[in-house]
């Protein structure tokens, strides 16, 4: 599974983004994804999961109420809508999937083995 992260940019505290995670492959709807993010001078930390029909999703409680994932298996794209935005959301945002297909992962990095490049998101305040 080849994974693309797209739409971060700059946006003011209050304000929204969606990001984008674009795969490759056929078998796309068998993987769970997650969202994860990276602050400078912090280590990568779990931040939205949703597995491979959609059904079940799960957030950091940082996030819950702001942000939403979705997913378009048709499309081969997972969404996360991230609403609220304040400045300690500011990051670098990852998406993942384990390497497994139909592996329900924890919400430890290590239990994703495939990543897409990054997209930055900065919210001023």
């Known amino acids: 599974v080849q994974l693309q992260a797209s739409g971060g940019g700059l946006v003011q505290a209050g304000g929204s983004l969606r990001l984008s995670c674009s795969a490759s492959g056929r078998e796309f709807s068998t993987y769970a994804i997650g969202w994860f993010r990276q602050a400078p001078g912090k280590e990568r930390e779990f931040v939205s999961g949703?597995?491979?029909?959609?059904?079940?999703?799960s957030y950091t409680d940082s996030v819950k109420g702001r942000f939403t994932i979705s997913r378009d298996n048709a499309k081969n794209t997972v969404t996360l809508q991230m609403n609220s935005l304040k400045p300690e959301d500011t990051a670098v945002y990852y998406c993942?999937?384990?390497?497994?297909?139909?592996?329900?992962?924890?919400?430890?990095?290590?239990?994703?083995?495939?990543w897409g490049q990054g997209t930055q998101v900065t919210v001023s305040s």
């Open positions: 949703i597995r491979w029909s959609g059904g079940t999703r």
């Open positions: 993942a999937a384990p390497l497994r297909k139909w592996y329900i992962p924890t919400t430890a990095v290590a239990e994703y083995g495939y």
